[in-house]
Protein backbone atom coordinates (compact mmCIF):
# COMPACT_ATOMS: atom_id res chain seq x y z
CA UNK A 1 0.00 0.00 0.00
CA UNK A 2 2.60 2.36 0.54
CA UNK A 3 4.48 2.09 -2.63
CA UNK A 4 1.26 2.60 -4.19
CA UNK A 5 1.02 6.25 -2.09
CA UNK A 6 4.27 7.08 -3.34
CA UNK A 7 3.85 6.49 -7.18
CA UNK A 8 0.40 8.51 -6.74
CA UNK A 9 2.08 11.65 -4.92
CA UNK A 10 4.97 11.33 -7.99
CA UNK A 11 2.40 11.15 -10.08
CA UNK A 12 0.04 14.30 -8.88
CA UNK A 13 3.34 15.90 -8.34
CA UNK A 14 4.33 15.96 -12.30
CA UNK A 15 1.31 16.40 -12.45
CA UNK A 16 1.38 19.87 -11.01
CA UNK A 17 4.66 20.51 -12.39
CA UNK A 18 3.45 20.36 -15.68
CA UNK A 19 0.24 22.40 -15.25
CA UNK A 20 2.32 25.43 -13.83
CA UNK A 21 4.66 24.82 -16.78
CA UNK A 22 1.78 25.08 -19.13
CA UNK A 23 0.62 28.09 -17.62
CA UNK A 24 3.55 29.59 -16.96
CA UNK A 25 4.44 29.18 -20.71
CA UNK A 26 1.37 29.85 -22.25
CA UNK A 27 1.10 33.20 -20.27
CA UNK A 28 4.66 34.12 -21.04
CA UNK A 29 3.76 33.49 -24.75
CA UNK A 30 0.22 35.46 -24.06
CA UNK A 31 1.45 38.68 -22.54
CA UNK A 32 0.81 41.00 -25.04
CA UNK A 33 4.65 41.50 -25.90
CA UNK A 34 7.05 40.79 -29.14
CA UNK A 35 10.34 40.61 -29.77
CA UNK A 36 11.94 43.23 -31.57
CA UNK A 37 15.57 43.07 -33.16
CA UNK A 38 18.08 45.45 -34.90
CA UNK A 39 21.33 46.84 -35.11
CA UNK A 40 23.04 49.61 -33.48
CA UNK A 41 26.26 51.81 -35.14
CA UNK A 42 28.05 54.58 -34.12
CA UNK A 43 30.29 56.19 -36.74
CA UNK A 44 29.60 53.46 -39.50
CA UNK A 45 31.10 50.44 -37.03
CA UNK A 46 28.93 48.11 -34.83
CA UNK A 47 28.82 49.65 -30.95
CA UNK A 48 30.66 46.80 -28.97
CA UNK A 49 28.27 47.43 -25.88
CA UNK A 50 25.69 49.41 -24.81
CA UNK A 51 21.95 49.82 -23.97
CA UNK A 52 19.19 49.93 -25.55
CA UNK A 53 15.89 51.26 -24.22
CA UNK A 54 12.26 51.69 -25.87
CA UNK A 55 9.85 53.94 -24.28
CA UNK A 56 5.83 53.39 -25.00
CA UNK A 57 4.17 56.68 -25.61
CA UNK A 58 1.40 55.33 -23.49
CA UNK A 59 3.39 56.43 -20.26
CA UNK A 60 1.24 53.71 -18.30
CA UNK A 61 3.58 51.37 -19.63
CA UNK A 62 7.38 51.06 -18.11
CA UNK A 63 10.09 51.30 -20.55
CA UNK A 64 11.96 47.92 -21.35
CA UNK A 65 15.74 47.76 -21.57
CA UNK A 66 17.77 45.23 -23.23
CA UNK A 67 22.05 44.96 -23.90
CA UNK A 68 23.92 45.85 -27.05
CA UNK A 69 26.74 43.20 -27.38
CA UNK A 70 28.61 43.66 -30.87
CA UNK A 71 26.13 45.65 -32.68
CA UNK A 72 22.82 44.00 -32.52
CA UNK A 73 20.18 44.03 -29.29
CA UNK A 74 16.87 41.88 -28.91
CA UNK A 75 14.36 43.37 -26.95
CA UNK A 76 10.44 42.63 -26.03
CA UNK A 77 8.06 45.86 -25.71
CA UNK A 78 4.45 46.43 -26.79
CA UNK A 79 3.06 47.16 -30.14
CA UNK A 80 3.04 50.99 -30.72
CA UNK A 81 4.66 54.00 -31.24
CA UNK A 82 8.49 54.15 -29.36
CA UNK A 83 10.69 56.44 -28.39
CA UNK A 84 14.59 54.74 -28.55
CA UNK A 85 17.36 55.61 -26.06
CA UNK A 86 20.55 54.46 -26.49
CA UNK A 87 24.01 54.65 -23.94
CA UNK A 88 27.29 53.58 -24.30
CA UNK A 89 30.26 54.37 -22.19
CA UNK A 90 34.33 54.36 -22.58
CA UNK A 91 37.52 54.87 -20.95
CA UNK A 92 37.24 58.78 -20.33
CA UNK A 93 40.97 59.89 -22.50
CA UNK A 94 43.81 61.06 -19.81
CA UNK A 95 41.42 61.14 -17.13
CA UNK A 96 42.78 61.02 -13.39
CA UNK A 97 42.20 57.95 -11.59
CA UNK A 98 40.09 59.11 -8.84
CA UNK A 99 39.38 55.85 -6.91
CA UNK A 100 42.44 53.20 -7.41
CA UNK A 101 41.65 50.39 -10.13
CA UNK A 102 38.43 52.64 -11.86
CA UNK A 103 39.31 54.14 -14.94
CA UNK A 104 36.65 56.95 -15.44
CA UNK A 105 34.07 56.72 -18.45
CA UNK A 106 32.26 58.93 -20.35
CA UNK A 107 29.25 58.45 -21.91
CA UNK A 108 30.44 59.16 -25.89
CA UNK A 109 26.67 58.87 -27.66
CA UNK A 110 25.22 62.04 -27.88
CA UNK A 111 21.96 62.85 -26.22
CA UNK A 112 20.13 63.60 -29.24
CA UNK A 113 20.06 59.46 -29.05
CA UNK A 114 19.11 58.97 -25.59
CA UNK A 115 18.30 61.68 -23.34
CA UNK A 116 17.42 63.95 -26.11
CA UNK A 117 16.19 61.51 -28.01
CA UNK A 118 14.64 61.71 -31.41
CA UNK A 119 14.51 58.37 -32.73
CA UNK A 120 10.94 56.50 -32.98
CA UNK A 121 9.70 53.41 -33.99
CA UNK A 122 6.61 52.22 -34.82
CA UNK A 123 6.46 48.13 -33.02
CA UNK A 124 3.48 46.37 -34.83
CA UNK A 125 1.96 43.08 -33.67
CA UNK A 126 2.45 40.77 -36.23
CA UNK A 127 5.79 42.44 -37.95
CA UNK A 128 9.55 41.49 -38.32
CA UNK A 129 10.09 44.51 -36.04
CA UNK A 130 13.54 44.85 -37.08
CA UNK A 131 15.25 48.16 -36.70
CA UNK A 132 18.80 49.15 -37.80
CA UNK A 133 20.12 52.51 -35.47
CA UNK A 134 22.84 54.53 -37.53
CA UNK A 135 24.24 57.11 -35.11
CA UNK A 136 27.07 59.59 -36.05
CA UNK A 137 28.90 62.01 -33.53
CA UNK A 138 28.21 65.27 -35.65
CA UNK A 139 24.78 66.10 -36.83
CA UNK A 140 24.11 65.42 -40.43
CA UNK A 141 23.78 69.18 -41.75
CA UNK A 142 21.60 69.76 -45.38
CA UNK A 143 24.09 71.68 -47.70
CA UNK A 144 21.94 74.58 -48.80
Known amino acids: MEGSLTV ?3 EIALGVVGATLLYVSLGCA ?3 MVTCSGTVTFDGVPLPAGAISFHSSDTRIAPQG ?3 VDGSFRI ?3 P ?3 RVEIYASRPKARAEELTPGMTPMEQFIPA ?3 EG ?3 EVDVVPNGPNRFPFELVNEPVTKAG
Open 76 to 78: RCR
Open 80 to 82: GRQ
Open 112 to 114: RYN
Open 30 to 32: NDG
Open 8 to 10: CRN
Open 66 to 68: AQV
Open 117 to 119: STL
